[in-house]
């Protein structure tokens, strides 16, 4: 008796057979890719006395986990007559837009507990400041600054040798907790006389709000070489002449005049994700606000970033780009950054004029930064950056109630290298 198969499952059957033979391929491609390249952030694991592996490794990777975690900070912001920006209170674009931000760490190779957990301290003492065009509506006329935003903060990281993989290419996680607080300096009332937000010199005040995170990081190894092939590569170049007499300078100059060149011989693509918890108590904010809760104490904070990293090596070449010699040490360089930071406020929270209070819709509960950093060559701390934002809650203390959409050029501070 002759059975009959259906077509449906046959058609099935060949696309699972297909789907299993593409996976297998991808890993045996994907296997050979990987045993043929040399990964040269696990070249950087220094070799141990016998016995003393595990402790060694420990003590290097809490150095490694300090360093780490203050690269990968939120660098600080600075743009000037570059803010394209319109929101609610009608103010005009700024003249400085500043947002200082900088990590003052603890931690390093004796930063462990018991051998089993690594963990770094860090002090950020956080400034915000918005230097005003003059507003004529508000009678504004000696470019104010209004109320800038004070925000110190303690920051305390930590993970098991375990969790921390980085240099095997592999995901490594950590944790967080920090405590901060926020204010601007201002002691008016928080409200005007027809129930309105007072932006003027109303005063804003978190006393003290606590923030918990989860974060994973990860390296991918695009390229790697042992010998760079200059032809293959962009490099830039100076004129480097050989350190030999004057007198043999002139006689061989033809000869001897060399280039020095920076070759990049690795490179690398960081990926970041963070996701944070933030808490605002009661009773430990501005009366004011809590009675009517205008102000969200419920957060949620999500950063992700992507770092492009490459590893230099010097040569010298002469002029008929012969090699003569390699110099100095391998050096990691950060070439670009690209972040994208959210926020979402959860739980009760209400906008408007106290005396018409509607509920906060999601458009006010909402924040969201995109920016792109690109790093200078021959510094380690200074970048351009370009950033578009929106801002259902202005971030900038007693103007949380304002919608903003702004677009930002500037500089960037922060701790772009890699080690």
Not at 87 to 98: C, D, Q, V
Not at 311 to 326: G, L, V
Request: aromatic share 16%.
């Amino acid at each position: 008796m002759r059975s009959h198969t259906n077509p449906q499952m046959k058609i099935i059957r060949l696309r699972n057979i297909f789907i299993c033979s593409l996976s297998l391929s991808f890993s045996l491609a994907y296997s050979q890719n990987s045993n043929n390249v040399t990964n040269p952030i696990a070249e950087e694991v220094p070799s141990f006395q016998s016995g003393f592996e595990d402790i060694g490794l420990i003590r290097f990777k809490a150095n490694h986990f300090y360093h780490k975690l203050i690269q990968i900070t939120e660098p600080g912001v600075v743009s000037t007559l570059s803010d394209f920006n319109s929101n609610s209170s009608n103010k005009k674009s700024y003249i400085l837009h500043g947002d200082i931000y900088l990590p003052i760490g603890m931690g390093g190779y004796g930063w462990n507990i018991g051998n089993k957990l690594i963990h770094t301290l860090q002090f950020i003492p956080q400034v915000m400041v918005r230097i005003l065009r003059d507003d004529e509506e508000l009678d504004d006329t000696s470019l104010p600054v209004r109320t800038p935003s004070y925000l110190p903060r303690i920051l305390w990281n930590f993970t098991s040798p375990g969790l921390w993989k980085y240099h095997d290419l592999k995901w490594s996680y950590y944790g967080a907790f920090s405590a901060f607080h926020h204010s601007n300096g201002q002691d008016g009332n928080e409200f005007n006389f027809d129930g309105s937000i007072n932006t003027y010199n109303g005063n804003f005040s978190q006393n003290l709000a606590f923030e918990f995170r989860i974060g994973a990081t990860k390296a991918f190894l695009i390229k790697s070489k042992e010998r760079p092939d200059r032809n293959s590569f962009k490099f830039f170049s100076k004129s480097y002449n050989s350190l030999d007499s004057i007198r043999q300078r002139k006689e061989s100059r033809a000869e001897n005049k060399s280039r020095l060149i920076n070759i990049p011989v690795a490179y690398i693509n960081e990926i970041n994700h963070r996701i944070a918890y933030e808490w605002h108590p009661r009773g430990l904010s501005a009366t004011a606000l809590e009675q009517f809760d205008l102000y969200g104490r419920n957060r949620i904070n999500y950063l992700f970033s992507f770092r492009k990293i490459k590893k230099y090596q010097s040569y010298i070449f002469n002029r008929n780009n012969i090699e003569k010699d390699d110099i100095g040490e391998e050096r990691w360089e950060e070439s670009y950054r690209v972040t994208l930071k959210a926020t979402l406020i959860a739980g009760r929270l209400q906008t408007g004029n106290i005396n018409d209070l509607s509920n906060a819709s999601f458009q006010d509960r909402f924040n969201l930064h995109l920016s792109f950093y690109w790093m200078f060559k021959g510094t380690e701390n200074a970048a351009a950056f370009i950033r578009g934002t929106y801002m259902g809650s202005d971030e900038y203390n007693i103007y949380f109630q304002d919608h903003v959409w702004l677009a930002r050029i500037g500089l960037a501070f922060g701790f772009f290298n890699h080690g």
